[in-house]
């Protein structure tokens, strides 16, 4: 390996050794990157890799709220200003028991390359709290939202840093947000927020928008092999907006999806979450806050299989779509087995970084990563920011068909990328080098700083 970019990659490994999904996520993009920092010395000279490891700022705030008993208590709220080289800071903010530091890293350090892929004009970031929302009222959720906008409201605007929402954080959370921001400024910049609700600025398909740009995606994979979507079986893990984004759209294509998943283990359809009633039933479970899929199993009559997770079915195509690290080696060897052809990431680095080597070692797989596969929630994101903007809103049928066309260039440029540098079809390597071209070109041009 070249050697400035092992030391970068070392001294990661050294000083975040308690932040693990932080240095898994700087390993695998870093170490595609090797023929592009030896073509470009420049890199090397300005010292862009170990700026573009370190956050431009981050930090952290005190977030205290009331409960409903009338008692107070206290969360650690973040914000990680990752990379704004390419355009205001954007990435969302994700309340769950387990995140920290090293989390909210992890999800910006992937954002910066997702969002350059898109071709919009976005830097990377990401943000959230240790807040635990499932069990709370409305008016719990309500109070923790304005008590982390009072801290946050001074360092995000439109034009600066604009949070969207994440695991634990949908249109109920960014509403509350958004009430408390406008109240602090007396300003309406909608602009500030995305994943707003359609009546104050919010744009149209942007809950199914991840889960579209998924299945966009996927469809170019495809037609690389000369195959079409229609009649495929997909196993996909997850069961919230992602899924059904999928769900719907593979669903509109003449695909299907089989499997469901949740903490309490997954649901096997074999006939597909494909009529409406199902399809529709997914969001009555999300906001319901039982967090089953078991409850899926019990209304339509399908196998429920409890603590497990949906690696061993065997599909044309899987798709981890919940959390990361979900694919440990021993689910990656039970894909494998499987004859599975196409590994399709959707969640954030769903996959280990033992298990993706080994998938990618596999010569009759093609492995697609999660920062191009799941890019199209962010795209829509920023479609939404443009119609902020412009005191525009476009039609259901206009932003699907600009988020195909966003999703269609950046396959076409991830597998160019890796073309260019040797490395032939290469999707995960591809999409590490077309993400960081352009983040590293505009660094050079800007100076040091």
């Known amino acids: 390996m070249n050697k400035y ?23 695998e993009v870093l170490s595609s990157l090797e023929p592009v920092v030896e073509n470009h010395p420049e890199y090397e000279k300005f010292d862009i890799l170990n700026r573009i490891v370190e956050p431009e700022r981050m930090f952290t705030f005190r977030v205290v709220w009331e409960d409903d008993k009338g008692e107070y208590h206290t969360n650690i709220g973040y914000r990680c200003q990752f990379n704004g080289a390419i355009g205001p800071y954007k990435g969302g903010l994700r309340f769950q028991p387990n995140v920290y530091p090293g989390i909210i890293k992890f999800l910006g350090f992937e954002q910066i390359f997702k969002n350059a892929l898109t071709g919009l004009p976005i830097g990377g970031g990401k943000g959230g709290s240790d807040f635990d929302p499932s069990g709370k009222s409305d008016a719990e959720i309500m109070r923790f939202c304005q008590s982390y906008m009072q801290a946050l409201y001074r360092y ?17 959370e960014i509403g509350f947000l958004y009430g408390e921001y406008r109240r602090l400024k007396g300003v309406f ?9 359609f009546s104050y600025g919010g744009s149209l398909i942007r809950p199914e ?12 994979v495809l037609k690389h092999d000369n195959l079409d979507i229609k009649g495929k079986t997909i196993a996909a893990s997850g069961f919230g907006n992602v899924r059904w984004g999928i769900c719907k759209k593979a669903a509109e294509l003449g695909a299907k999806v089989v499997t469901l998943s949740g903490p309490d283990g997954y649901v096997y359809d074999p006939d597909g979450v494909v009529t409406p009633e199902k399809i529709d039933y997914l969001v009555e479970m999300r906001v319901s806050g039982r967090n089953r899929v078991k409850d899926y199993a019990d209304k339509f009559g399908v196998e429920f299989h409890a603590g497990e997770k949906p690696w061993g079915v065997k599909a044309d195509i899987v798709m981890p779509s919940a959390m990361q690290n979900d694919v440990h080696m021993e ?7 499987n004859g599975v052809r196409y590994y399709i990431e959707v969640a954030n680095m769903p996959t280990t970084n033992e298990a993706l080597k080994y998938l990618l070692e596999q010569k009759n797989m093609v492995v697609a990563p999660s920062k191009a596969v799941n890019a199209g929630g962010v795209s829509v994101s920023a479609l939404e920011m443009s119609q902020n903007s412009e005191r525009l809103v476009w039609t259901e049928e206009e932003v699907d068909a600009r988020l195909k066309n966003i999703m269609d260039t ?3 440029n991830s597998v160019d990328a ?26 050079v041009e800007q100076g040091v700083f």
């Open 418 to 443: 890796a073309e260019r540098n040797g490395l032939g079809y290469n999707l995960v390597a591809g999409a590490n080098i077309a993400g960081f071209e352009r983040v590293a070109t505009a660094m």
């Open 209 to 220: 928008a991840t889960g579209y740009g998924a299945v966009y995606y996927l469809e170019n």
């Open 189 to 197: 910049e909608n602009g500030v927020l995305t994943g707003k609700g």
């Open 410 to 412: 950046i396959y076409k």
């Open 5 to 27: 970019l092992a030391s970068v990659i070392e001294n990661v490994k050294k000083k975040h050794a308690n932040e693990p999904e932080f240095v898994q996520t700087v390993e």
């Open 156 to 172: 995000i605007g439109p034009d600066i840093d604009v949070p969207a929402g994440d695991m634990g954080v949908g249109g109920r």
């Open 331 to 337: 689910q990656a060897k039970q894909i494998v087995d």
